[in-house]
């Protein structure tokens, strides 16, 4: 089972750059999110998709965009990379109405912006 | 706004040794608590979740205590190995139509041969 699929597992961008993190689930769960964790932190929730189609704001969504057009893919824009973003970025997945929402996340990508 | 909170950063145990990790919570309307663990260079892997109302579950080697009156939580892992050194993290999720979930910082559990 390959559960949360996540693209890729490092990069390095330079200052302005922009770039896009991939993620794909193929457990056919509704709900999909994305967060940041940096160091010695927990995890903060950037984006969050409730279905194809709907996205909204988790508590850090700035300098970031997504979209879900599929079930499957909830990739993750960087616009303008700038050094703050540097961290590692997760992916996570979970299926409608289950109790208590438990998530299934990626293995992350490891970004560093200089 | 609500958080999850955790009273021990760090926790260092011999093999063998039972492990607790503890986790404070703050809302009170939170419905189920969930414990993740997180190997190094991995992402958050679940252990383990717990109702509100119950007061304890047990999974392999792993079991979840609930105290609602003191609003705690905690993971106690028997016969720690060296396989479950990592961090720690639990999480809380209010219930009903809330589908995003709050967690802590983590607890880092080292376990030493």
């Known amino acids: 089972n390959a559960g949360v699929t996540q693209t890729p597992k490092f990069r390095i961008l330079k200052i302005g750059q922009s770039m896009t993190l991939q993620c794909a689930q193929d457990?056919?769960?509704?709900?999909m999110y994305w967060y940041r964790q940096d160091p010695g932190m927990g995890l903060k929730l950037i984006y969050y998709?409730?279905?194809?189609?709907?996205?909204d704001k988790g508590e850090v969504p700035n300098g970031y965009n997504v979209s879900r057009s599929t079930t499957e893919d909830f990739p993750l824009r960087l616009e303008l990379a700038a050094p703050s973003q540097t961290s590692v970025y997760f992916c996570?997945?979970?299926?409608?109405?289950?109790?208590?929402?438990?998530?299934?996340f990626g293995a992350g990508t490891r970004l560093s912006v200089l | 706004g609500e958080s999850v909170g955790l009273h021990l950063p760090t926790l260092s145990v011999q093999e063998g040794d039972n492990s607790i990790i503890n986790c404070a919570y703050s809302?009170?309307?939170?419905?189920?608590f969930i414990w993740y663990k997180q190997e190094s260079g991995k992402g958050p892997q679940f252990i383990i979740d717990?109702?509100?109302?119950?007061d304890k579950r047990q999974g392999q080697r792993v079991t979840v205590l609930l105290n609602k009156t003191v609003k705690h939580l905690s993971l106690q892992i028997a016969a720690t190995q060296p396989g479950d050194s990592a961090v720690y993290f639990c999480?809380?999720?209010?219930?009903?139509?809330?589908?995003?979930?709050?967690f802590g910082k983590g607890t880092l559990l080292t376990v030493n041969p």
């Open positions: 996570a997945s979970s299926i409608q109405g289950a109790p208590g929402n438990i998530q299934y």
């Open positions: 457990m056919n769960h509704n709900y």
């Open positions: 998709s409730v279905g194809a189609g709907i996205t």
């Open positions: 809302n009170s309307a939170s419905d189920y």
């Open positions: 717990i109702r509100s109302n119950m």
């Open positions: 999480a809380e999720n209010s219930g009903g139509s809330n589908y995003k979930l709050t």
